[in-house]
């Protein structure tokens, strides 16, 4: 028998009090605080070069309000994504992003006075053993501190960003709060949230998929003027910033983010053109069980089965434990943890953010989940995702805050890996080929949201930033780009597009991580990789797993892949390699569905 969890995570142990907290409020006083007391130092120290003493004191500094505001933010952002009518925490919002323009002005600054450090000096007090550690992160912003503006300019622009760039960003909450649509549940009228709403996109009905895909585009189509606007202003005043850099590429900063290079996004976006062919078979097959020529926008994700498996959330969380135990005892302990210790928030009521996501709390050493579940394989799915992030932040636990700031292809690399363990586990005991088809069906939905999904929000973003150049883009423009982009990416397997995709994903408007979609591609590829390794070396690669996923924060994807595994990531072989695997899924699919 099943043990019971809660589906509601707790945050009074964080904070009493949620939003009105006084813990949280002296907190954060103390955070502001300090930043004050760092920013006024490094003002008042002048152009003369610093001491290792300095340069020691303000490094401390520097990091322990870096993990204050990781805490902050992450509390902050549980309390907006829990309940989006809750003012006091969009209030919090406002005054977190404040601060963390304070503290970028004195990161600026901090970076400006290493840069001018003579590089005989620099290297002598780096090599002291309480900086080797964080050696990579200090003279990667050395370096970058070069491409930027004067401190006094960059500090300028994080302040003004507060209530433009960052609250043009926030104002998605605000649009997601107005999204109410009218349903029929066993008879009884209700209006659903914007994730409730979301939820039954893939639902095992197809005339339910139907309703909701008609109703869901109509919301967002009447949403779409204050969503144009919204992006609009964003992408803008990116592209002012980076004018005033002397940057031309938009993409420069999310690959210098990610720690990446041009070589080698090009050559996983290559790789991926050859995944095209093979999944429109599969789509093309799952058409032909639907009683379809092709599948809608809306079918990609549902379930094969029209009655469709509705998995506990008690069963999901022992199938995730038991999953993680067969490749790592330690990853399954975390998951364990998480469940017990009611780290996930899970129920499915209004209110609520659509998505889920991962937040990490590096002072209480702990982590939160969100995400609303419904009991469909693609939430299993989900959940193990996001405990695979939670073991991510588990092992660079303890490390130096500077040392835990890892990119996020590397965080989706965690992510997906624990996806593919629990899929593979429950493709072994799978009890009949309806199940390994319908497990087969749950994992190529991943395949195409990476290879197909994730390339057209790519190829949609590329385009709009280029055009955003010349001015403001309309709604009805946007909707064409979008078809545009989802057509070149899934070829001619869809009978349906979802043309406001770029007004109802979070992710287009999310403000700390610009093009906020290729790194799942990659997390998704690389990890695919990682799993081949994992299989052809059985319990000796589990050491080496996790020694990759606690350098992510101090090495290039480049080194991480050269390091750990010996391989060349800005070469197109090993994402061939991941590419083949998937199609290996294609053809058992195949094997099973004709």
């Given at each position: ?5 809660s589906m ?8 009493p ?14 955070t ?21 003493t300095e ?13 204050r505001?990781?805490e ?25 992003q ?11 600054l901090y ?6 450090v ?33 401190p006094?300019?960059?500090g ?23 999204i ?33 895909a ?10 779409s ?32 983010i ?13 790789a ?17 069980r ?52 009611r ?8 209110g ?18 969100f ?17 695979g ?72 973003e ?16 946007l ?13 001619d ?11 109802a ?23 695919t ?60 699919f195949s094997?099973?569905?004709?």
């Open positions: 028998m099943s043990k019971s969890y509601t995570w707790d945050l009074e142990s964080l904070f009090g949620g939003s009105s907290s006084p813990e949280l409020a002296n907190f954060m006083e103390e502001e605080r300090l930043t004050g007391a760092l920013l006024e130092r490094l003002r008042s120290a002048g152009d003369e070069q610093p001491s290792h340069l020691t004191e303000w490094t401390s500094a520097l990091q322990d309000i870096l993990s505001l990781r902050g933010e992450s509390f902050i952002g549980c309390l907006t994504a829990q309940q989006t009518s809750d003012r006091r925490a969009v209030a919090w919002t406002e005054k977190i404040t601060l963390s323009a304070k503290f970028r002005q004195a990161q600026d970076d400006a006075k290493i840069a001018n003579p590089d005989d000096r620099w290297e002598a007090w780096c090599s002291d053993p309480d900086r080797s550690a964080i050696s990579f992160v200090l003279n990667e912003r050395r370096d970058f501190a070069k491409e930027k503006l004067s006094e300019l960059e300028l622009a994080s302040e003004l960003a507060v209530d433009g760039y960052h609250g043009w960003g926030e104002h998605y909450n605000t649009i997601v709060g107005r109410a649509i009218p349903w029929e549940e066993n008879g009884t009228a209700v209006t659903l949230s914007a994730g409730q709403a979301a939820n039954k996109l893939d639902h095992p009905k197809s005339e339910v998929r139907d309703s909701m008609a109703k869901w585009e109509e919301a967002w189509a009447e949403q003027d204050l969503c144009s606007d919204t992006l609009n202003r964003l992408a803008g005043f990116r592209l002012k910033l980076y004018g005033l850099r002397g940057w031309e590429d938009p993409l420069r900063e999310p690959l210098r990610n720690r990446m290079s041009r070589e080698t996004l090009d050559a996983m976006w290559e991926t053109e050859g995944a095209i062919a093979p999944l429109t078979k599969y789509l093309q097959l799952k058409a032909r639907f009683g379809k020529d092709k599948v809608a926008w809306h079918d990609v994700d549902a379930p094969l089965s029209s009655v469709g498996e509705t998995i506990a959330y008690d069963d999901a969380a022992e199938l995730i434990i038991d999953a993680f135990e067969h490749f790592s005892p330690g990853m399954a302990a975390l998951a364990r943890r998480a469940f017990d210790d780290w996930i928030e899970a129920e499915d009521r209004p609520k953010r659509p998505g889920g996501f991962c937040t990490g709390l590096p002072r209480s050493r702990q982590t939160r989940i995400m609303t579940y419904s009991g469909t394989p693609g939430n299993v799915s989900t959940l193990a995702h996001e405990l992030h939670a073991y991510h932040g588990y092992l660079v636990d303890g490390l130096q805050p500077m040392a835990q700031e890892y990119a996020m292809n590397v965080a989706e690399t965690a992510s997906t890996f624990a996806e593919v363990l629990v899929s593979d586990a429950l493709l072994k005991r799978a009890a009949s080929d309806e199940e390994k088809l319908s497990l087969l069906d749950d994992r190529l939905q991943r395949a195409v949201a990476f290879c197909m999904n994730i390339r057209a929000r790519f190829l949609f590329t385009r709009f930033y280029d055009r955003r150049k010349a001015g403001m883009l309309e709604a009805d423009e909707g064409k780009m979008m078809v545009e982009a989802q057509k070149e990416a899934f070829g397997s869809l009978s349906s597009w979802h043309p406001n995709f770029w007004a994903k979070l992710h287009f408007y999310l403000t700390d991580v610009p093009f906020y979609n290729f790194p799942y591609t990659f997390g998704y590829l690389f990890s990789g990682l799993v081949a390794v994992a299989e052809k070396e059985g319990e000796s690669f589990r050491d080496r797993y996790d020694a990759l996923l606690r350098d992510t924060g101090v090495m290039t994807v480049e080194q991480l892949a050269s390091h750990h595994l010996g391989v060349r990531l800005d070469e197109p072989d090993f994402w061939r390699a991941a590419v083949e695997r998937v199609i290996a899924d294609v053809d058992a094997e099973l569905a004709e």
